[in-house]
């Protein structure tokens, strides 16, 4: 049977992760799998994370299980810091833990898929296990243009697919920290996009995995929230891997908006059984220790301080490379103005071999750096690395 079974290639992004580990050179610079790094390369376990591992260890009671929602108190902490204020919009939206983002994207999409949703209008570039994950579920995936070739985000080609999308599809959007472009919706056109949906009556799925490390906490909800004001309807997966730094215990949360409770309810009796047929239940650890920080007010204090420092030495970083003007013909200045952990370059595939093969500087395929995966130390070497191939 198994003869049967054409071979894969490893999913690209995550291949990088062992061609680094097996380059030998010292001055070697990982700019691939998008996570957090120190000014010494590190990526550290979370102080406040630490701290509520340990009382996780003294205080639990109990490993039985909790069924396909998860931890619901880890589910409702977060709302606040989600939604604002009136976090369930009146009993409206209500959700259930996932492992990582990645969990809560599927879920969102199938569950879609489940509701008739043929079609998904997605920006491209995206994160490229959203197509990933349409095509396993065998979604149709109707892109259009992100951005702009000056940076920015192209509004007519998002408020195009909303308009067009239809009722058997759906539009899905990056709340925030666009990956990989790291190029985000203003205000404004938040504003417009949101408007865009109501008039539509097209249906919103919004993944955020990255809040807090864009603008800030509240300023990267702030397009989420003015899309959730309009519309009847929505759903949102969210990530806890990054900005608790959890990548590797899979803390996730898929969230409904609903037209009132009932409609809520039966979308969570559809949502609880594609879980349990998927997963049965998520991964406990991480989601209990973000509901400790979120429950403890110095806990969460120190959490927000370090995610506070993330988010300032990535716009060092940006600032840096955006000073810098130039690498070759590659233009740097719009980076100062993009946000989160990418940003993409427009360079050949040829180039990010040589990259690769001549310096040691690892990044995705598509041109896609991880920002945090550059220094003060290390910047200089990029910089003079970029301009010598991308001539
Ligand atoms: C990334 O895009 O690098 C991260 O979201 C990690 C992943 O799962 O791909």
Request: hydrophobic share 45%.
């Amino acid at each position: 049977m198994l003869d049967r079974l054409d071979p894969q290639a490893p999913d690209a992004l995550l291949a990088l992760i062992r061609l680094y580990a097996a380059d030998s050179r010292s001055d070697k610079i990982d700019l691939g799998v998008g996570v957090y790094r120190t000014e010494d390369g590190d990526t550290p376990v979370f102080a406040a994370i630490k701290a509520a591992e340990q009382r996780l260890v003294d205080e639990q009671d109990s490993k039985s299980y909790l069924g396909p929602e998860g931890d619901m108190g880890f589910v409702n902490a977060l709302m606040p810091y989600i939604f604002g204020g009136d976090p369930t919009r009146g009993g409206r939206i209500t959700g259930m833990q996932t492992p990582g983002g990645t969990g809560a994207v599927r879920l969102a999409l199938a569950l879609a898929q489940k509701a008739g949703v043929k079609r998904i209008h997605m920006g491209v570039p995206s994160w490229p296990n959203h197509a990933q994950i349409l095509a396993d579920l065998g979604l149709e995936l109707v892109p259009f243009n992100h951005a702009n070739t000056d940076g920015s985000a192209n509004l007519d080609a998002v408020l195009g697919a909303i308009n067009g999308a239809g009722d058997d599809a759906a539009v899905l959007l990056h709340a925030c920290c666009h990956n990989p472009t790291g190029i985000d919706y203003t205000a404004d056109q938040w504003d417009a996009i949101a408007e865009a949906f109501a008039d539509s009556g097209t249906f919103p799925i919004i993944d955020s995995a990255y809040q807090g490390l864009g603008q800030g906490l509240e300023e990267d909800a702030a397009g989420l929230r003015a899309v959730l004001a309009k519309v009847p309807e929505a759903f949102i997966a969210y990530s806890c891997d990054k900005n608790f730094g959890q990548y590797r215990d899979r803390v996730g949360a898929f969230y409904v908006l609903a037209q009132d409770k009932a409609a809520l309810d039966t979308a969570f009796s559809n949502a609880n059984a594609l879980a349990r047929a998927c997963w049965s239940m998520p991964p406990d650890h991480g989601g209990a220790a973000v509901r400790i920080i979120l429950r403890d007010p110095d806990l969460t204090k120190l959490w927000v301080a370090e995610l506070d420092q993330m988010r300032a030495r990535m716009r060092q970083v940006r600032d840096a490379l955006a000073n810098a003007g130039t690498a070759g013909r590659i233009d740097l200045v719009p980076l100062g103005t993009q946000n989160g952990l990418f940003a993409m370059l427009p360079v050949f595939k040829d180039e990010v071999a040589a990259l690769r093969d001549d310096h040691g500087i690892y990044m995705a395929g598509s041109g896609r750096i991880n920002i945090a995966g550059l220094t003060q130390g290390n910047l200089p070497k990029f910089i003079a690395a970029l301009a010598s191939v991308a001539v």
